[in-house]
């Protein structure tokens, strides 16, 4: 019985993720560079004896940086601060009686390794989840998603040492 809840817990977990990534590349998908667009296709005129240069010209290629920079390495050390605190909160409500209320992480409940490695688990998966949207050029959800985790964590340390 127990392996059953095991595997509805991450079989909800994969559907949850797969939800997730999809809803985030139709959202990106959508973006359009004003700078593409060509002026003849949008208002057909005939063509300036000198040409206007734009004061502000647009770059077409986003800023490149490392993904070990100083915000990457800032936010990935909220976020394992955060993932340890929640650890530590959750640890001592558990063996004060408390119960897990997060279904992905209450297979690993019942002892403090288990615990730790999801916790471990969750603050690596965040750091590769980050490294595959730079390595596909959305530098914008690299950096969103170290910020939803320590925002989830920071909710979760809150309602965990308000609910003792």
């Known amino acids: 019985m127990q392996t059953s809840r095991v595997g509805e817990t ?15 590349a139709v959202a990106v998908s ?4 004003m700078a593409l667009l060509q002026p003849a296709l949008v ?3 005939p063509a300036p ?16 940086h490392k993904f070990w920079d100083k915000e990457n390495t800032a936010l990935f050390a909220t976020v394992a601060a955060f993932s340890a605190a929640d650890f530590a909160v959750t640890r001592d409500n558990l ?9 992905l992480t209450r297979p690993f ?11 471990a688990g969750e603050t690596a998966g ?8 730079h390595k596909t050029g959305h530098h914008k959800l690299e950096r969103l998603t ?8 920071a909710f979760a340390v809150t309602y965990g040492l308000t609910h003792r």
């Open 30 to 33: 959508q973006e359009v560079s």
């Open 10 to 24: 991450l079989k909800f977990g994969a559907v949850t993720l797969l939800f997730l990534l999809a809803g985030t």
């Open 146 to 153: 170290p910020l939803l985790n320590a925002g989830v964590s």
């Open 126 to 133: 965040v750091i590769g989840v980050s490294y595959l949207f």
């Open 95 to 103: 063996n004060h009686g408390g119960r897990e209320l997060n279904p």
């Open 109 to 119: 409940a019942g002892s403090t390794a288990g615990l730790a490695a999801n916790f």
């Open 43 to 45: 208002h057909p005129t």
């Open 49 to 64: 004896a000198v040409k206007a240069l734009p004061s502000n010209p647009v770059r077409l290629v986003p800023e490149e």
